[in-house]
Structure formats: C-alpha cells, structure tokens
C-alpha cells in the first residue's frame, strides 16, 4: 500500500472518529442537569420570555432537528454564537487556538530536547550518577501534577526570585514576531518567551519525565541486542551505535506512545493555563463550562478531538515512514 | 482462591527483596493506607474547624514576618508583626485558620478512596467491555471498538473537566465509623465521597482496560483449549472467567496499579478546579492557597508535596509489579554480554 | 608463512559474576592458531565457546570480564607500532592483545579480527539498509587505516556534534559514497545478485542465507586477519549452510585468512577445519588435527560427541546429546576433579583428581585432558554407574537442566 492510499484510508478512519466525536459532544448538552436557558435568561423571566429564548436558541427542535442542524452549520465552520459573548463561537475558539497551541509546541520541544539525551545518558552510564539522577528525576516529573508544579515555580520563580511575569502574557507569538520583522523591534518576542518559560516548564516536565523512563528502558532492550554487539564487532563509532543504531530503533515504538500521550499533554495544557491564566482554550472551556455556554463548550471540544485525531494520523504516518518493517498495512 | 501462582509470588518477593525502590514504594503507600485510615486518631484538630485568629500560621519552626496596613485611630499604619509556627499546628493554618496537618490527613482519604474506587470502576467497565468484544468479534467488536476510540480522541482531563463540570459535582457523605462509635471527638461525623468525580475518573480511564482484555481474549478465543472446552459445551461467560481473565491479569494488574497514581492525579486536577464536590481535598487546599503565594507559601506546597509522595509510592509499587511479573519490560535482566 | 602460530592463547579465563553467583563461562583456555588455517571450536551449549571468542575481540560485556590469561597475536606492524606506548605488551612480533588499552583494542576490531554472528536477523539493525550497514564497516575500516590515532578515543573523532550535523549537510556523513560503492562489490563478491539494488534493501527483505553472505561482505570488509565465525550456519537450512560453508571456504582460498570456526555441529567441523578443539565446561578437553581427532579421539567426550553423529561427512550432522546434563558453571558447584567424570561412562578413581593436558603418543599436537590419552581403560578402578548419583547431584543435575544456567551467562553462553 502506497502512502497516499495509506493516508486517505486512515484519513477516513478519522472521519469517522471526528463524526463520533461530534455525536457525543453534542449529545453531551442532553446528558446535563438543567437547560442552558436557565443560565441565559433573567432569573425573574417569565415563561413567554423563556419559551421565547428556547426558540431563539432553536433549543424547542426535537433532538434529531437540532442534531441535524448542528452537523449542517459545523460543515460551514458555524459553531452557533456564544449564549454569553453574543459573537460567533467560531470566532473566539480559533482567537485562542493559537495560545494553546504555542503552549503545547514549546512544552513538547523542551520536552524532546531534554528527555531523549537524559534517556540515553541514563541507559548509556547505567548505574552511574548519571543514570540515578536520571532515574530520580523522572520518577519525581511523573508524579508531581502539573498544576502544582506550576504554583511552585511561581512561589519560587516570580514571587521568590522575582524574575519571571505571572500576569496574563500581553502578546502573541505572531504579532510578536510581525514587531520583530517590520519593526525590528525585540520587545514584543523578549515578552512572550519570557511569559512562555514557565508555562513551557510546567507543561513539559511530565511529558519529558516520561519519555526518559521510555527511552531509558528502549535503549537498554536495544543496546543488549545483538546488532549492537555487531556493529561494535565492525568497529564503528560509539556515537554511532549509540544514537544511529539504538536510538533509532528505540524511537520507533515510542513515536506510538507519544502520540497517544499528547492526549496527557493537552489534558496538562488545560490545567497549566488555567494556573497561569494563559488566554488558550483550557481558560476558554473553563470559563464556559462554569456559565454553561454551551457553543464554546460544544466548539472547543469538537477543536481538541480534531485535533488530536489528525495528530495521531500524522505520528501514525510518521511511525511507517520510520519503520520499515511496517509496510503501512 | 488464590490469583497469584506460586512462581509469580516467588517472583514478586524476590523482586521485592532486591529493590530498594520498590521497599519505598511500599512505605510510602503504607504510610498514606494509615493516614486516611486513622485520619482522625491522628490529626490533632478538626480539619473543617476555622478559626480566623489563627489563620495562615506557618508551620512548626517556621518564623514569618508580615506587614499590614491597620488603621489606627483613623491613621494608616503598616504593623510588622512575626509569627512562629508551634506543634500545635505541625505543619501551619491555612488563611481560614485550618490545621494543614489535619487537612492533609483527611485528603489522604479523598484521594484514596478516589483513586481506588475510580480504578476499580475502570478495571470493571474496561475488562468487561474488553473481554465481550475480543470474545464475541465481529460487529460487536466494531462497534465497541469504534466507540473506544472516540473516547480515546478527547484527552483524559479534557473530557474529565467537562464532565464534572457539567454533571454537577454529586457527593454522599459516608459516617465515619470512628465517630459513630464514639472512638473519638471533635473530628467529622462523616466523609464526603464525590461520586461524580469518582465515576468520571473510571469512565475516562475504562479504555485502556478494554484494549488490553480485548486483546487477550482475542488471542485466547483462538487456543486449543479454549475450543476443547467450547466443544464440551461450557458456557461462554464459564470460558471468559476460566481461561481468558485468569491470562489477562497479569498487565491487568499492572494497569491498574499505574492508574491508580494516575486517577489520584486526575482527581487533585479536579478538585484544584473545584470540580470535586469536596473540600478536604489535596487539590482542593493548592487552589486554596495559591492567593497566599507571597504570604503563606506553605498551603499550597504542603498539600502538593503530599500528593508528589503517595503518587511516587504507587508508582513505585507498580514498577516493582512490572518487573516482577513481567521480566522482559525493563530488560533488566537481559543478556550479560 | 611461518611455523610460528599467529595467535596464542594461554589460561585465558572469563568469568560472569551473575547475582546467583560466579559462572566460570572459560575456564584456563589454551589455543595456538596457525596462520591460514581453519580451526574449528566444537562443543554443546554452555561449554564456552563463544565467549572464547568475545574474550578474544575483548568484547565480553558486564557482568562478564576476562580475569586472566594472555592473548598472543603476531603482527609486526602492530608490534612496532605499540611498542613505544605500551612497551610490555609486547614481545618480538608478538603483542598481548589482553594488556592493550581499550582504545587500541577497539582498533583491532574488523581491521584486524571479525566476527560472523550466529543470527544474522538478529545481528543486521533492521531499521537501516543493509548496504549501509556494510558500508559503516568499510568506513570504519578506512578511517581507522587512513587516522590510526583518531580511533584512540570512544568516538573515534565522530562525536554526537558531527553527528547532528550529517542531518544539515551530507557532507558531514559518516558514511561516503566510495563506502557505499564497495560495499556494493562486497556483496557481489560474496555472491548476492543484483547487489546495487539488494543494497538498497532493508534486512527483512533478504532471506536468511543471503543475509547470512551480507554478513560474511560486512567481516570481509577491513580485510582482516582473523575470521571468526561463531555458528555461521546454525540459522539457516541446511542446504544454504552449505552454500555459506562454500563461501566462507572460497574466501579463505583467495585471501588466506586464518578463521576460527566455533560450532556445535560435527559436520561443519568435519568439512571445513584443518584442526579442532573440542570444548566442554569452559576446558579445552582436546585437541588435534581433524584426522587425529575424527579418527582416534581419546577423550570419552569427544567419542560420545562421535559416537551420537550418524554420519560425519553429512551436513544435518547435528551433535546428539550425551546422556546426562551439562554440568552448572557457577563457581562454587564446580568440583575439583574432570568436569566430565558425572557423565563418563569410563570414569576411573584417578578421574577425581583433575587431568592434565596429556599429548596422545605417536601423534604429534594430539593432546587430550584425559588419563586415557596415555593409559588404556582400567576396569578395577572404574567408578560404579551410581556413584555420583547421590541426592545431593541428583537434585542439582536437575535444577541446572530445568533453570539453565541463570540467565545472562550459562543460557546464553552458546546460543
């Protein structure tokens, strides 16, 4: 099977989940105590005004009506207007998305970049130091939660130390770079990383905790296999056996696992903005699952299980590309 | 009826005798089984009790300085005032006056009992599910299958919030049975047991369960024995509890043993948002404390080290179950040369 | 060609200290290899083989460690070379591989000695081609040649820095394109068809034999000295183990390289070994040239290890087990007396004291660590069939055969 035929089979598998998704995202509003009118109207409405925000709301449709509907102005990207912003829901998720996604980029990079040498160090210089602090480190990152985690940096870093902002981050990565390039002005990128570096960390630790502990025990199940003793017989570089032989192999299954675990990450992503009051789409669900608005719910929900379905195809594509013993069945 | 085999159980105590790790793990796990246990035989005060004269005291040895700005005869005045912490609250008040030690006791209780009855939830849903599906295949297997992934493409916290936040936090209060026979005074008559939080915790973590018993039973169904046994007319709910779940237990053990340190991580998150329904809570007392940052570092970091602590003991335990039952994972003891 | 061997081996003795205790995997190994010769190692699982071998490219890993004996390799470029960095290790021609640095070592490896795996599977990476693969040797080989000094350090001047960058720029690669090209006529040497395009193939796409050859193209790669082969053909069918016996003898022919062929398969021993050594509990037990051996063996193991083959010359001669169990090697089970005695149907009182090697008379470099290569069977000291049927062994024969030799040493020693 070629890529192409590959991408689009699982492509429609996804489809299929996404349209899931909807269907109990939207079944989610029926499943709920009290109506969303409770939380619109005046306490003291009166029935007719009600009845008259009901029919507004088109919330006096049967259920397959209102189903219907919904599926039919998603297809247009129309997710209804928020009950409590009056504006399009579209509108406000995709301000947000960008916050979010910038929060979870930075979070997997640092991730990467600390995890996989540690892995390797760990299971390289076993039972050294190295490997113990490793070890530690990543049992500690595993089991602290991430809001705490958080807190503490802020009690550390911002009230302790006063170094780092805790305030709601001013600016955006894309105007900050537009102030970099047509200004060339650094302030604006200045700000944002220096908003971004604790969220970044709060984010990251478990994910980089975790990938250590997978990297540690791929790289010893590699390093004992017989290919490795192989390409040490022929005399190749110890970088090499290390990172181009081990490594690699070690890689292939964990790419799986971390596509399932960028679930954790958004999950994490939620939490992590909700301590730092980060303007993404966990604040935005947060704050609307508290008033009820159930467009914004229904949008932000339906945003995060696209997401995360499209990511999994592209780690799955990834994981084939990589391994060549798949032959993208 | 024993589960565990002779040769497992050999395995484990070996395991167990050789690794430091695992010998914390299990103290840890006990110390924090007796703490919400006999919660209230130890705490020294009623967690619920405020007292707004003792508010934000720091923990025992701890000297803090404040200042305030106090009118004095119409006149602003900044007054520094220092406090020490005393053993009379080992570990300090939080800004309504609550004894944390007491506190942390109690949210032991929360947690546990989170932790283990949205785990067994979990393991209940997910094997049940697993099993019929792997068993019977076919269209059912489809559809339930079909329907695992959909809820494996809404992350785990994501759905959890959502959930509780939109069910509404329901809880039952369980007497304690301390109290009730008048073992002790002054301590809560009864525990506040978030079901809500309890189930969603299960049902956002049942699909792990039902990949794995799926996968088991779908191997099985195809052994010679479990034909042989069909062939002789046993039930299938008779072939599922003999020969598919006794083979599925063992990663089935180790899961669970994991998620119970994740699900009490999950269920901190929640009650961090106020989701929870209680407020004895690990998570519930950080959010409380995160407005007395600059004054009172302890509420928050206490109740958030405890959390780290019990959740590095599961953790701990389930590395040890790993390693003990299923050798090939960690490659511990992989080829000498 | 000289008289004098090109390698000697003296008391060498590797050790495992496993958590069930210390297993003796080679126990005080004598060899002496001649140059261009084919000397076979025969012996069942366990008995030490291969680890003689590792011990041999010094690439015994933890827990195992060499802890004694000397390994004599005659190279008088090397000699001159190391002579005035490590001035004991060496000796006329002659360096002792076992006082070499790691570093200098490591150099030997592929330019100077390879290996030939067991399973070639499992020994190729299956995520890089397997051209690649080739070509890493040859590389290594020529940057050692061309830079001796480079090879000194764990990278070999090849750092995780230079690493990273041969994803920017291939300039940086490792790997050069005249790498490549010969590692293509490797594996057309070794008879692979279509070799530019078999290059480009992943180790899953060659059948085991074939991979089996690439693997043979890899060794052949720094044109080392000394070959060794540990059970090249034990993974394949037994008509490609005969299509790889021809390569590996085709190449021996042409280049003239010495290779040590560690087997437990009397047939493979019998077709391509000009001598043989036959290993049993980490001992050389005896030793000979194929004919004296084959012929007239003296040890009763070796006649049992014959005596169980059908049919030499036939390639299915595969070793049939000698009643009894291989004995356990950890240290403190072995007894002070012939390992083999538990198993010897003709054991004698003497065989409680530990032989000797003894030289067989009349045949010159035939020796045996038996009395019986000097003294016929004497029936009135023979050891009663039960005498070593206590509870105590009975219980232990058992307990070794059901758990192996704890994992990581004695399970694995051979295989």
Redesign the interface.
Request: hydrophobic content about 50%; cysteine-free; aromatic content about 10%.
């Given at each position: 099977m070629s890529t192409y035929q590959f991408l689009i089979r699982r492509g429609l598998q996804g489809l299929?989940?996404?349209w899931?998704?909807i269907t109990?995202v939207f079944l989610?509003r029926f499943?709920?105590?009290g109506s969303p009118v409770d939380f619109v109207a005046p306490l003291d409405a009166s029935p007719e005004l009600r009845a008259q925000i009901a029919r507004n709301l088109g919330l006096d449709q049967p259920i397959y009506v209102q189903y219907a509907q919904y599926l039919g102005s998603l297809l247009q990207g129309d997710m209804g207007f928020s009950y409590i912003r009056g504006r399009p829901a579209s509108g406000i998720i995709f301000l947000r998305l960008p916050a979010t996604i910038e929060l979870a980029v930075a979070a997997t990079v640092v991730a990467i970049i600390f995890s996989i040498p540690l892995g390797v160090i760990s299971a390289t210089r076993r039972h050294e130091p190295a490997d113990y602090a490793a070890t530690g480190f990543s049992?500690?990152g595993?089991?602290?939660?991430n809001?705490?985690l958080g807190?503490?940096l802020?009690?550390l870093v911002s009230?302790g130390l006063g170094i780092l902002p805790t305030s709601r981050r001013p600016i955006g990565l894309v105007p900050a770079m537009e102030m970099l390039i047509f200004q060339f002005e650094t302030v604006g990128i200045q700000t944002w990383i220096r908003h971004m570096i604790l969220p970044a960390i709060t984010l990251g630790t478990y994910f980089t905790a975790m990938i250590v502990r997978l990297t540690r025990?791929g790289m010893?199940?590699q390093l004992?296999?017989?290919?490795v003793?192989?390409?040490?017989?022929?005399?190749?570089?110890?970088?090499?056996v290390t990172?181009?032989?081990a490594l690699?192999?070690t890689m292939?299954p964990i790419i799986t696992v971390l596509g399932?675990q960028?679930?954790?990450?958004?999950?994490?992503a939620?939490?992590t903005e909700?301590v730092f009051n980060w303007p993404g789409l966990g604040t935005l669900?947060?704050d609307a699952?508290?008033v009820?608005d159930w467009p914004i719910?229904q949008g932000a929900?339906i945003v995060?299980?696209v997401g995360?379905?499209v990511i999994n195809i592209v780690v799955d594509a990834l994981y084939a590309r990589?391994?060549?013993?798949v032959s993208l069945e | 009826m024993s589960i565990l085999s002779e040769r497992v159980r050999r395995s484990l105590t070996r395991e167990f005798s050789q690794s430091l790790m695992a010998k914390i793990g299990l103290a840890l796990v006990v110390l924090m089984v007796t703490m919400a246990l006999f919660a209230p035989f130890i705490a020294p005060h009623n967690p619920t009790q405020q007292g707004l004269e003792e508010s934000n005291l720091p923990p025992a040895g701890v000297t803090q300085t404040s200042s305030d700005i106090q009118f004095v005869d119409g006149e602003r005045q900044t007054v520094e005032t220092t406090t020490t912490g005393t053993l009379d609250h080992p570990m300090g008040t939080d800004s309504l006056g609550r004894d944390l030690f007491s506190r942390v006791l109690f949210g032991a209780r929360t947690s546990l009992m989170v932790g283990l009855f949205g785990t067994l939830f979990a393991v209940g849903t997910g094997v049940s599910v697993g099993l019929v599906a792997g068993y019977y295949g076919g269209r059912i297997d489809d559809g339930l299958m079909?329907?695992a992934?959909?809820m494996?493409?809404?992350?785990?916290?994501?759905l959890?919030?959502?959930?509780v936040?939109?069910?509404?936090p329901l809880t039952i209060r369980i007497p304690d049975p301390f109290v009730a026979l008048g073992l002790v005074e002054g301590m809560p008559d009864s525990f506040v047991f978030p079901v809500t939080l309890t189930i969603v915790v299960g049902v956002v973590n049942w699909v792990w369960f039902a990949r794995i018993a799926r996968g088991e039973a779908l191997s099985i169904r195809q052994q010679e024995y479990v034909k042989a046994a069909r062939s002789l007319g046993a039930s299938d709910r008779r072939i599922l509890r003999q020969h598919v779940l006794p083979n599925s237990l063992t990663p089935i053990i180790v899961l669970a043993t994991i998620q119970v340190?994740a699900i009490i991580?999950l269920e901190?998150?929640l009650s961090?948002?106020g989701f929870s329904g209680t407020t004895l809570s690990w998570?519930f007392d950080?959010a409380q404390?995160?407005d007395y940052?600059?004054t009172s570092?302890w509420i928050?970091?206490i109740p958030?080290l405890a959390?780290?602590l019990a959740?590095?003991g599961i953790?701990?335990l389930g590395d040890w179950l790993r390693d003990a039952l299923d050798p090939g994972?960690?490659?511990?003891h992989?080829?000498g040369? | 060609m000289t008289d004098e061997p090109l390698l000697k081996i003296s008391g060498l003795e590797t050790r495992f200290f496993t958590e069930e205790g210390q297993v003796n995997a080679v126990e005080s190994v004598d060899l002496e290899i001649a140059d261009g010769e084919v000397f076979g190692i025969v012996g069942e699982s366990g008995s030490g083989k291969s680890v003689t071998a590792l011990s041999l490219?010094g690439?015994v890993e933890s827990p195992g460690r060499v802890t004694a004996g000397e390994i004599w390799y005659r190279n008088a470029d090397l000699a001159a070379g190391i002579a005035g960095d490590v001035p004991d290790a060496v000796d006329g021609d002659y360096v002792n591989l076992q006082k070499l640095p790691d570093r200098v070592r490591?150099?030997l490896?592929?330019?100077h000695f390879?290996?030939v795996?067991q399973?070639p599977m499992?020994?190729?990476?299956?995520?890089?081609t397997v051209g690649e693969?080739i070509a890493?040797?040859v590389e290594?080989?020529q940057r050692?040649r061309a830079n001796p000094r480079s090879?000194a350090s764990?990278?070999?001047?090849?750092?995780?820095g230079?690493?990273l960058m041969s994803f920017v720029s291939s300039s940086r690669k490792?790997v050069t394109q005249e790498s490549r090209e010969r590692a293509v006529e490797l594996l057309e040497m070794v008879g692979i068809p279509d070799p530019v395009l078999r290059a480009e193939e992943?180790p899953?796409e060659y059948s085991g034999g074939m991979l089996q050859r690439a693997?043979v193209a890899?060794?052949l790669?720094?044109e080392p000295d000394v070959l060794i082969a540990d059970e090249p053909t034990t993974a394949l069918d037994v008509t490609i183990q005969a299509q790889v016996l021809d390569l590996l003898s085709r190449i021996q022919s042409e280049t003239g390289m010495t290779i040590l062929l560690i087997t437990h398969n009397l047939g493979v021993v019998a077709r391509m070994c000009d001598r043989v050594g036959v290993m049993y509990a980490g001992e050389v037990v005896e030793r000979g040239t194929l004919a004296d051996v084959f012929d007239s063996p003296v040890h009763p193991y070796t006649q049992g290890l014959l005596g169980s083959v059908p049919e030499i010359e036939g390639a299915s001669g595969r070793l049939q087990p000698i009643a009894g169990n291989v004995p356990s090697l950890l240290d403190h089970e072995m007894p002070d007396r012939c390992y083999f005695a538990e198993r010897c149907p003709k054991a004698m009182e003497a065989c409680l004291t530990k032989p000797a090697e003894l030289d067989v008379p009349d045949q010159p470099g035939h020796s045996a660590a038996c009395y019986l290569a000097t003294e016929p069977f004497d029936e009135a000291t023979a050891l009663p069939a039960d005498y070593f049927d206590d509870p105590g062994t009975a219980a232990r024969a058992t307990g070794v055969s059901e758990d192996g030799v704890p994992a990581g040493d004695g399970g694995e020693l051979n295989d």
């Open positions: 299929l989940v996404i899931g998704v109990v989610l499943m709920t105590p049992l500690v595993i089991s602290t939660p809001f705490w807190i503490m802020i009690l009230v025990s010893l199940d004992g296999q017989p290919y003793k192989a390409a040490r017989a022929k005399g190749l570089p110890e970088t090499l990172y181009k032989h690699r192999n292939i399932l960028l679930g954790t990450l958004i999950g994490g939620v939490i909700f669900i947060i699952i508290n009820r719910i929900l995060i299980g995360f379905v990589l391994n060549p013993r | 079909r329907f992934d959909i494996l493409a809404f992350p785990a916290l994501v959890a919030i959502a959930l936040g939109l069910l509404g340190a991580l901190s998150s961090f948002l998570g950080i404390g995160r940052l600059g570092w928050s970091s958030g959390i780290v959740v590095i953790n701990l994972i960690e490659g511990e992989g080829g040369m | 490219l690439m490591r150099t490896r592929g330019t390879s290996m795996f399973d499992s020994s190729f990476n299956p995520s890089l693969q890493e040797a290594a080989q050692a090879v764990r990278t070999q001047g090849y750092g995780l230079k690493y490792y992943h899953h693997m890899q060794a790669a720094g």
